[in-house]
């Protein structure tokens, strides 16, 4: 158990709180919502990026499906990115917000890099 300081009156508390015993300011764990929905939507672009890297390697598969495909991904590593940045500028300390924010940029560079190799 570790003392924190409260933002209210700056009394030393301990960090399972659920409020100031002095003032009763409410002390919630912001941002882990954002940090938890950062690491689920890093883990889908993920598993949405893997037919994009297969169908560099097969061209036989249809357009449209690479094109699905790349939409998901930019969406769901984008919302990854966004979430993960999210909670951790309202200061969550959870390591799941580094995580999707790792992911969400592993998966859209994957794509980024699938993408220039269907180009070239």
Do not use: W
Not at 2 to 16: H, M, P, Q, R, T
Not at 17 to 35: D, H
Not at 86 to 112: E, M, N, P, Q, R
């Amino acid at each position: 158990m570790a003392l924190i300081n409260c933002v209210e009156c700056g009394k030393e508390i301990s960090d399972k709180a659920k409020f100031c015993p002095n003032c009763g300011m409410p002390l919630t764990k912001k941002g882990r919502g954002f940090a938890i929905a950062s690491l689920v939507l890093g883990i889908i672009a993920c598993v949405y990026t893997l037919p994009i890297i297969a169908s560099v390697s097969i061209p036989n598969i249809a357009t449209m499906q690479k094109i699905a495909s790349a939409v998901y991904i930019l969406i769901f590593s984008g919302l990854s990115l966004i979430f993960g940045l999210v909670s951790h500028f309202k200061g969550c300390k959870l390591k799941k917000k580094t995580a999707g924010i790792i992911l969400g940029a592993i998966s859209t560079c994957v794509l980024l890099i699938c993408v220039i190799v269907c180009l070239i």
